[in-house]
């Protein structure tokens, strides 16, 4: 685990703390890949935070997450993480962060790998499965064995879909075709 570096950060009663990785130690570990200007991770991270808390009391506290922010600046990364009642790789600390970015393979936003004690892959992205299952469902399906072995993260098929009829009514809508000289109609 040393990959994710020495120190964390956490806010604690308001005040950001810092935080011995040695808190990780025996753990399972959520690598919680989101930013503040995300609004599908924005939507997401409520619904973790429950599942963190009772995963964390049903199974004495074996399940850490780490925030490894994909956030533009400092000051987006704190709003973010004060919301948020677990660790943080530092924001400054971008080497790490893009270390894993890198090493896990993200591609969009939110990611949720899940990583055994001793550092192995349990779920690529445990995300898609946490939403679909709600809380009671997250908390009884833990530690989300194989969740998200088909998924890339980010945006899932549907929200591609969806954006991509949205964008053709709207071209539609505004005559589009017409005025970039792709008219559809017969002469």
């Known amino acids: 685990m040393e990959d994710l570096g020495a120190q964390f950060v956490k806010f604690k009663d308001g005040e950001l703390t810092t935080v011995d990785a040695s808190v990780l130690k025996g753990k399972k570990i959520g690598l919680y890949f989101s930013a ?5 991770c ?3 991270t409520p619904v973790l935070a429950k599942i963190y ?9 074996d399940f850490e997450v780490v925030f490894v922010s994909r956030d533009q600046d400092d000051r987006s990364f704190k709003d973010y ?4 009642p677990w660790l ?3 924001y400054q600390d971008s080497t790490t962060r893009n270390q894993l970015c890198s090493k896990y393979s993200v591609n969009g936003i939110p990611k949720l790998v899940i990583l055994g004690p001793d550092g ?4 690529k992205n445990a995300a898609g499965a946490l939403r679909k299952g709600g809380v009671e469902g997250a908390v009884a399906e833990y530690p989300w064995q194989g969740a998200g072995e088909n998924e890339s993260g980010g945006l899932g098929f549907n929200m591609k879909l969806l954006i991509v009829v949205i964008l053709y009514y709207l071209a539609m809508y505004f005559k589009l075709d017409e005025r970039l000289g792709f008219s559809s109609k017969k002469q």
């Open 36 to 40: 503040h200007w995300c609004p599908p």
């Open 42 to 44: 924005r939507a997401f």
């Open 53 to 61: 808390e009772e995963v964390r009391k049903k199974h004495d506290g």
């Open 81 to 84: 993480l004060n919301g948020m």
């Open 88 to 90: 943080a790789i530092p």
């Open 120 to 123: 192995e892959v349990i779920s």
